[in-house]
């Protein structure tokens, strides 16, 4: 468990499921911590979304947009 006492949740990019800090994969190979499996299910959404929000800005900073 976490110094907060509550259970945090990781995303396997291996085994691509959710984890939990009895059951995690080593840190090159996961994404968070979450506060809920429902929130790290959905990570990989997270990180689509800020790519796709970062390209648009770098296209906007060239100025091809």
């Given at each position: 468990?976490?110094?907060?006492?509550?259970?945090?949740?990781?995303?396997?990019?291996?085994?691509?499921?959710?984890?939990?800090?009895?059951?995690?994969?080593?840190?090159?190979?996961r994404?968070?911590?979450?506060?809920?499996?429902?929130?790290?299910?959905?990570?990989?959404d997270?990180?689509?979304?800020?790519?796709?929000?970062w390209?648009?800005?770098?296209?906007?900073?060239e100025?091809?947009?």
């Amino acid at each position: 468990m976490s110094s907060s006492g509550a259970e945090r949740y990781y995303w396997c990019l291996s085994h691509q499921r959710v984890e939990s800090e009895a059951d995690m994969c080593a840190g090159r190979d996961r994404l968070g911590p979450y506060d809920s499996a429902s929130e790290a299910e959905l990570a990989l959404d997270k990180v689509r979304e800020r790519n796709e929000a970062w390209d648009a800005e770098d296209e906007r900073w060239e100025g091809k947009h």
